[in-house]
């Protein structure tokens, strides 16, 4: 049986663990981000000059069960460019894999999610880790939605997430 993976989503000074997140909204609050309502009442406002920045997002792959030797060569991507006036920055980068210190989110343009995500598969490990046996993650990738002047409200995107498994 292949090995099972969850994504999971990190906030707050605390470092809060929010498991197995099925889906996830970029916010103007450090929250966990899964629910449609925390959404809707935490937008990013457009600016009339400039850009605004979403919290970062902190997130980490990690194996759940299955049967496998090991899970390596972590990256991922999103399934378009999220449009007009937006940008999807990350920490991971091709030919130097993302395993960031934990840091509370900030809300200002981010250091550390500083590459432009990708829209197709990288192909390459961008991010650290290799997981042996279930309840083993990945190291942190960052990511970060800036919101520009010329913005328009609304983008869905799929972020599809890959790894090489050895069973």
């Known amino acids: 049986m292949a090995a099972t993976v969850a994504i999971n989503e990190y906030f707050s000074a605390g470092e809060t663990k929010s498991a197995a997140i099925a889906k996830g909204h970029f916010l103007n609050i450090d929250a966990a981000s899964t629910s449609d309502a925390v959404r809707d009442a935490n937008p990013i406002p457009v600016p009339a000059t400039g850009s605004n920045y979403s919290y970062e997002k902190w997130h980490k792959l990690e194996a759940t069960g299955g049967t496998f030797t090991s899970l390596t060569d972590f990256r991922h991507y999103n399934s378009a460019a999220p449009g007009t006036g937006l940008?999807?920055?990350?920490?991971?980068?091709?030919?130097?894999?993302?395993?960031?210190?934990?840091?509370?989110?900030i809300n200002t343009n981010s250091a550390k999610a500083d590459t432009a995500m990708p829209t197709s598969d990288p192909a390459v490990k961008t991010i650290n880790g290799t997981l042996t046996a279930a309840t083993q993650e990945t190291g942190y990738v960052v990511t970060q939605l800036e919101v520009q002047s010329t913005a328009t409200a609304g983008f869905d995107l799929t972020c599809t997430w890959k790894w090489a498994e050895t069973v």
């Open 87 to 105: 940008a999807i920055e990350t920490s991971a980068q091709s030919g130097t894999p993302s395993d960031e210190t934990y840091n509370t989110p």
